[in-house]
């Protein structure tokens, strides 16, 4: 039935909206959640006309962390046996870009699945968080490593450690978000939608290979990431996109991009 739906799927030419929807628990990302999340990201991945994925909780809620409630009575060994937040890596190893719209907290694992997203669009309402210390823990999908990449150890310790919160204008300032969406009005998942629907106008070739060579620059020291970047650089000359690319460039028309 719809109430067991944890994550709505809405198809929008080549863009999935995947929206968080557990809105009375303010979208905390318990395990079923996370399973159907997998679940639609797996969907995308082998569907060739999805291009892009908006992931969001709406307008009033990102998500407010992991379940406290499914946690609050795990013990070691059952967490560490079932490698409790394992799979949340799924997120990270999806080819497609993710776009990512925050509005209203996005605390604990919700910051975290934010930064898991490759572009992160914020409403002013967005409010960051690792308030993880405040519960006797840590963060345990990405607060302490992605977020120290993003935004430098002396923010992240002040994050991690006092579990302070970050308004939208701190987060687009440290650039923990890609920008804000400061005009009044204007829908965060709107305009995170716009945003995927102009990169699904792209060639699917080209986009993953951006997406997998800036994501290289956290993985490899520079020389390593340079020449991974030039190797996929050269080999898109090996695409059709690339010679429709350029041609419609030197006849001064719009490209239609095949994906190949
Ligand atoms: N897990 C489970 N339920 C949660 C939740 C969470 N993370 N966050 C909120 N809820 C539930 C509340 O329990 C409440 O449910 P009931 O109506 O059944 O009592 C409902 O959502 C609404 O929440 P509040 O009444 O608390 O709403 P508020 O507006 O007064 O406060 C808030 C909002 C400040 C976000 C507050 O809910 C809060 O502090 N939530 C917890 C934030 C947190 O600590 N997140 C980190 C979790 S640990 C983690 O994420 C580990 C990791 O690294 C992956």
New binding site residues.
């Given amino acids: 039935s719809p109430a067991d739906q944890l994550v709505l799927v809405d198809r929008q030419g080549p863009v999935t909206v995947l929206t968080l929807n557990r809105p009375?628990?303010?979208n905390?990302?318990s395990s079923p959640l996370f399973v159907q999340l997998n679940n639609e990201l797996d969907k995308a991945a082998q569907d060739d006309q999805v291009k892009c994925i908006v992931l969001t909780g709406g307008e009033k809620v990102f998500a407010?962390?992991?379940?406290?409630?499914?946690?609050k009575d795990k013990n070691f060994a059952e967490v560490y046996r079932s490698n409790f937040?394992g799979s949340?890596a799924r997120v990270t190893s999806f080819r497609k870009p993710i776009v990512g719209a925050v509005s209203g907290?996005a605390?604990?694992?919700?910051c975290?699945l934010a930064m898991m997203c490759d572009i992160l669009l914020a409403s002013p309402t967005a409010i960051f968080g690792?308030?993880?210390i405040?519960?006797g823990?840590?963060?345990?999908?990405g607060?302490t490593q992605r977020l120290t990449k993003i935004v430098g150890k002396p923010i992240a310790m002040d994050m991690v450690l006092t579990g302070r919160k970050i308004d939208a204008k701190e987060a687009e300032r440290m650039g923990l978000v890609s920008r804000v969406v400061w005009e009044e009005g204007k829908s965060v998942v709107q305009e995170a939608v716009a945003l995927a629907k102009k990169i699904g106008g792209f060639g699917a070739v080209a986009v993953q290979a951006g997406k997998e060579a800036v994501d290289a620059a956290n993985e490899l020291p520079l020389s390593e990431g340079l020449r991974l970047e030039r190797r996929l650089f050269q080999q898109l000359f090996a695409t059709a996109d690339q010679k429709e690319g350029m041609a419609a460039f030197a006849e001064k028309r719009k490209p239609a991009f095949k994906d190949e």
């Fill in positions: 009375k628990a303010l905390a990302l407010a962390g992991a379940d406290i409630k499914e946690m937040l949340w907290y605390l604990g694992g919700g975290e690792q308030p993880e405040t519960l823990i840590i963060p345990g999908a607060g």
